[in-house]
Structures are given as C-alpha cells and as structure tokens.
Nanobody, 128 residues
C-alpha cells in the first residue's frame, strides 16, 4: 500500500522560506514522476512542480507562478521528495500536497492532478 507523508509546513512572514518534505512508503520513486500540488479553500488543486523518475534537476517542471522561487528535488535512495519554498508571498498560503504517479516515468508540463494516483494528507503553509 502506497503512503505519502508530508512534513515541514508552518507559518512564515512574507519573503521567508520553508522546506516541505514527503516520504513515500510502499512505492518505488525511481520508477515514476512525483509532484507537489497546492489548494486553497474554494479553489481547484493546482500543480506547483514535478520531477521525473530520475530525480535529475533538469527534469523538473514548474508552474508559471513559481517564477524561480521554489525548487523540487527527489532522493530516490530515500524514496523522498522535497520542495524548497523561498521568497514566499501571502498568495502562496495553501495546503501543499505530495503526489505520486503510478504509471508514468516522465512528467507532463501540464501538471494535471489527474495524472497522479497517490496523494499525501497535505501540509499547511501560511504566509503573512
């Protein structure tokens, strides 16, 4: 059974930084694309960043609103996914979710939530 457990959320002032982590169990991260999504009340869950099965930095894809402020990394040896958030803005306030694909090795630049079969419970990020 696949489980994704996020950690690292919290409250931070605008301009600050946070690092989110996701630990996968029952899953082989070096086989598939993994990603981060976020959601605020009343809005659709949106893709933030994704990285392919290799975990190579050049394979990462980001939503336009990231604007170079976030970095996704994957440690296949640890079956873990990380999202480094910097230059945070109040508009980044959301619940952030770790997501794992069960079919695809490479990630679509569309960052569609329909591509991901497995989800974590989410971690809250609040920027004031």
């Amino acid at each position: 059974q696949v489980q994704l457990v996020e950690s690292g959320g919290g409250s931070v002032q605008a301009g600050g930084s946070l690092t989110l982590s996701c630990k996968a169990t029952g899953y082989t991260s070096d086989h598939y694309c993994m990603a981060w999504f976020r959601q605020t009340p009343g809005k659709q869950r949106e893709g933030v960043a994704a990285i392919d099965h290799t975990g190579r930095s050049r394979s990462a894809t980001y939503a336009p609103f990231v604007r170079g402020r976030f970095t996704i990394t994957k440690d296949n040896a640890q079956n873990s996914l990380t999202l480094r958030l910097s230059s945070l803005e109040p508009e980044d306030t959301a619940i952030y979710y770790c997501a794992a694909d069960g079919l695809r090795r490479f990630c679509s630049s569309l960052l569609s939530k329909a591509d991901f079969a497995y989800w974590g419970q989410g971690t809250q990020v609040t920027v004031s």
